[in-house]
């Protein structure tokens, strides 16, 4: 008999996870689930109080995406897009838009993404602003939570908890 050498399955809390306020956009809290930089993805959570609106992006790797709570769109599309809880979104890569959570929401928008590859950044002329990708990911919410004077969460990193 051949015995296999199986990586056990890593399961974290994510109650116990503490929120980076203020990422990427006044309004948006991220909690980060999994950032494995060798593999190029993250998982996390996010919330969005009415009337955020995030950076228009372009993605280099698809992105899955499920909405718990709230609702959002993309202004590119208006509300033929609109994600609502229980909505599960695909985005392929080399998809632009930008997220926004309508003003007039009366809850605060839950929604987890796992997110391949990077977001490029652009500003209304097409450029450049900056590029996130699982590497900055990590260090933006690390040094956040740092500033609001939270401690640094074990999550998952390259397919194992991170002990720091």
């Not at 996390?44 to 709570?69: D, E, I, M, W």
């Not at 392929?92 to 391949?116: C, M, Q, R, W």
């Amino acid at each position: 008999m051949t015995t296999m050498n199986i990586p056990p399955a890593l399961t974290l809390d994510a109650t116990d996870m503490p929120w980076a306020h203020g990422i990427l956009a006044p309004g948006f809290s991220l909690q980060l689930l999994a950032a494995d930089v060798e593999n190029g993805f993250v998982v996390f959570n996010g919330r969005f109080q009415p009337g955020t609106v995030l950076p228009t992006h372009q993605h280099t790797g698809a992105v899955h995406g499920f909405t718990s709570a709230g609702r959002w769109f993309y202004q590119e599309y208006g509300d033929a897009s609109m994600n609502v809880a229980g909505s599960y979104i695909f985005e392929p890569a080399g998809s632009v838009h930008t997220l926004e959570t309508p003003a007039d929401n009366t809850e605060i928008t839950k929604a987890t993404f796992v997110l391949y590859g990077a977001l490029i950044l652009i500003d209304g002329d097409g450029a450049c602003t900056g590029i996130v990708d699982p590497t900055t990911t990590l260090a933006m919410y690390y040094n956040t939570l740092e500033q609001q004077g939270d401690r640094r969460p074990n999550l998952i990193r390259g397919g194992t908890a991170d002990i720091r």
